[in-house]
């Protein structure tokens, strides 16, 4: 255990956090405009591309659980720069890559290193900074999970178009290695003393994630609905058998009494729920203004584009506004608006300029921001030290999950529309509207879940006068 963080671990940690964060959200969609260009080059049909996101995401929902045992026994210092080192090491095999398999095995490679450097760096912000002190420092390193996603698509985009597809993993690579050597000399190394891995645990809660996970990236392409559907009841079946077993054992990897937090609690379940709909805007939008008003990828990329700054605007004010109304008041009423904005998505006819959705996008963005910042820090503000760990490592799963339950969603909405003939008689534009009215309904719904806080919840992370 180091000794008090000076002055400079809390100016450079967040950065560190920060650049970590950037590069595991913008590798979980930097492919999604590029795959037709790697399809091409490596002599494979686009449609088996998918492959390639997939297996990071999976190696994703399967290594998380593990990193706050990790952290805990080998430091956080030492787990974090392996896994940079992992992660950059992936990056450069997926540069290099000549066929499919060696693509999807470097993924993989790359899923192992992103699991655990967020998590891990998240964990070091955690135990470095009082609770007074948190949000700030959480709130700077936070801003790249809201850009990553936007910027993904759009970078990716660019590169392949004039550059080559090489150069969405190769970015990476001076990203990584400035993160090392910041590491080196700023990243503190925290360890537990008391260490005890639940291996049958981590079996059953990795396995539960990965049926999920798999089901969940199945849906967009659902022509096995049965199969898809058994996978995804299995895996919850998986989640109370971990439940089951939780309760048996002294030391579970992630211990039920995290649950007797009522923070937490609320912080998680509200994470799964809101992001629900925030995380289908980023598909559904683009998906719109290609299909339904004929505009280029780029362009599309461009029209969501807003949502990144004006979410690095949104940091400047949320501790402000957490600080004067609370975070019961800021969750729910911060819910609703962003549940409306969606909505508003779902009004511009197919007439209307495709402009019109810049302003709505750009203020979503500002409530995101503002949003995120409060549900992560909310999830934390109670935890005992001995909970830190397995708490930040389960609220890493959870978002990861609802990520994806967000994207499924978006899209099974939007394809149950489009075959009902008698409802929108064939208009897919039609179809993308209802689908907004219904998503930005369920995020105004999932508001009322931070009404279970109390108007005091959260007062110890209020930033110091």
């Not at 030290?385 to 939007?414: C, D, E, K, P, W």
Request: some cysteine; glycine content about 8%.
């Amino acid at each position: 255990m180091p000794k008090t963080p000076d002055a400079n671990f809390k100016k450079f940690l967040p950065l560190i956090l920060a650049t970590s964060i950037f590069m595991q959200m913008l590798d979980s969609t930097i492919l999604n405009t590029s795959l037709p260009s790697i399809a091409k080059d490596l002599q494979e049909s686009p449609l088996n591309m998918q492959n390639a996101i997939i297996s990071y995401v999976l190696t994703l929902a399967l290594f998380m659980p593990v990193s706050g045992f990790l952290a805990d026994k080998f430091g956080t210092k030492k787990i974090f720069m392996i896994s940079l080192v992992i992660f950059i090491a992936g990056s450069l095999f997926c540069a290099l890559s000549q066929d499919l398999t060696q693509l999807v095995l470097s993924r993989i490679v790359q899923g192992v290193g992103g699991s655990l450097m967020t998590p891990v760096g998240r964990l070091a912000l955690i135990k470095t900074f009082k609770k007074n002190e948190l949000v700030k420092a959480m709130n700077f390193a936070i801003i790249p999970a809201l850009i990553g996603p936007v910027l993904g698509p759009l970078v990716g985009g660019y590169m392949v178009d004039y550059l080559s597809w090489h150069w969405i993993f190769l970015i990476n690579i001076p990203i990584g290695i400035i993160g090392i050597l910041m590491s080196i000399k700023y990243m503190p190394d925290y360890k537990s003393e008391v260490i005890s891995f639940d291996l049958k645990g981590f079996l059953i809660f990795a396995s539960a994630s990965l049926l999920l996970s798999v089901s969940l990236e199945m849906l967009g392409n659902a022509k096995h609905m049965t199969f898809i559907l058994l996978i995804f009841t299995l895996g919850f079946l998986m989640i109370y058998y971990y439940y089951k077993h939780a309760k048996k054992v002294e030391n579970p990897i992630f211990p039920l009494n995290l649950f007797q937090v009522r923070t937490f609690r609320v912080g998680i379940v509200g994470n799964l729920t809101t992001r629900l709909g925030i995380s289908s805007i980023p598909l559904l939008l683009p998906l719109m203004v290609q299909i339904a008003y004929g505009e280029s990828a780029v362009v599309s990329g461009w029209i969501v584009a807003p949502m990144a700054l004006t979410a690095m605007a949104g940091k400047s004010i949320v501790i402000k506004i957490l600080d004067y109304f609370g975070y019961r008041k800021t969750l729910k009423f911060n819910t609703f608006i962003i549940g409306g904005l969606i909505v508003c998505l779902g009004i511009p006819g197919i007439n209307t300029s495709i402009y019109w959705f810049i302003p709505i996008i750009a203020v979503l963005g500002f409530f995101n921001s503002i949003q995120f910042t409060a549900m992560n820090s909310i999830a934390i503000a109670d935890l005992r030290g001995s909970h830190t760990s397995s708490g930040n490592s389960l609220l890493a799963v959870n978002q990861q999950l609802a990520l994806g339950f967000g994207i499924a969603l978006g899209l099974i909405i939007l394809k149950l529309l489009e075959n009902n003939a008698a409802f929108i008689g064939g208009n897919t534009h039609q179809a993308f509207r209802y689908t907004f009215y219904i998503v930005g309904s369920l995020t105004v719904l999932s508001g009322f879940v931070f009404r279970r806080l109390h108007s005091k919840d959260g007062d110890n992370m209020k930033s110091p006068a």
